[in-house]
């Protein structure tokens, strides 16, 4: 990641991950990609932290309570007065 | 007008809840409330505040759903008035240490990586460990909020880039921007985790090849 052509690459890499690039710019990654094995870890291991963050993103349960205490306060009148 | 049911997306009577129909209302908070608490659990890390903004998200929808346009997806404005309210409430605490606008200095920089270990082999029972799962929130808790309330919109909550800009209104240029610096941050935190979990010392770049 210290060549300049890695630094230049930095900000593409998420939207890269994404798909979200086009076909040029795209290929001037894989190109350098072919040749970087630094900079395959660093796509690697983003695209597996957001993949951890997508398979966790259903923590934290809901704690017992919270839904019952909502729809309590919910019918105060807070909720009825303007 | 009066007389239609519009319905939104997600297929609710908005003729209803506007005319302040507690039954629509109560079928919206059980659809929304477990995303909405943990989207706030996630912005301000720690529940108890989270239960708070939760219920003030509820009152104010309540509140101003007739001024609701329609112009986004209702469960956009929930995310909006949910973002809004824990923004302000960590702004209340440290009332210098924020600007969701302007970040500071620093706060968002291209994290240039620094970690080079490939930890992307390991079990991943291991990687989600309720150890790994705790250091996973922890790690985006370190985050400046200005870029932790995007990716967790983005990568957690799963919003469009569009849809983020409109809960934040931000440009998606902007959204897409902090979206990177957060996930290249993020990357760096759970390399050197991971990367110490291996059992091997993260081995500094030193040039590539």
Not at chain 2, 24 to 48: C, H, M, S, T, W
Request: glycine share 6%; with cysteine.
């Amino acid at each position: 990641m210290a060549h300049e052509n890695c630094k230049h690459l930095l900000g593409s890499l998420s939207e890269y991950i994404d798909g979200a690039l086009g076909d040029e710019i795209c290929a001037e990654i894989e190109k350098h990609l072919a040749g970087c094995e630094n900079c395959r870890v660093v796509i690697d291991s983003l695209k597996k932290t957001v993949y951890l963050y997508h398979v966790t993103s259903e923590d934290p349960q809901v704690p017992d309570g919270v839904r019952n205490r909502l729809m309590q306060r919910l019918d105060l009148k807070d909720l009825i007065d303007k | 007008m009066s007389d239609e049911n519009i319905l939104t997306e997600d297929g609710f009577s908005l003729t209803a809840l506007q005319a302040g129909d507690k039954v629509e209302f109560a079928r919206l908070v059980d659809a929304y409330y477990q995303v909405i608490y943990r989207l706030a659990v996630k912005i301000l890390g720690n529940p108890q505040d989270a239960e708070d903004i939760l219920q003030e998200t509820f009152i104010k929808a309540f509140r101003y759903l007739p001024d609701f346009n329609g112009r986004s997806r209702l469960s956009t404005w929930l995310y909006r008035i949910a973002t809004n309210e824990a923004l302000m409430l960590i702004r209340r605490r440290k009332p210098d240490a924020i600007s969701i606008d302007e970040p500071r200095n620093g706060d968002e920089q291209d994290q240039e990586p620094l970690q080079i270990v490939d930890w992307c082999c390991m079990p991943e029972q291991e990687m989600l460990s309720s150890e790994s799962r705790e250091y996973l929130d922890q790690a985006i808790e370190s985050l400046p909020t200005s870029l932790r309330v995007v990716f967790v919109l983005r990568d957690i909550e799963g919003l469009s880039t569009l849809e983020t800009g409109e809960v934040l209104n931000l440009s998606e240029t902007a959204v897409k921007t902090r979206l990177s610096r957060a996930r290249l941050r993020l990357r760096e935190e759970l390399t050197r985790y991971y990367g110490d979990r291996m059992g091997r010392k993260p081995v500094a770049n030193e040039g590539g090849r």
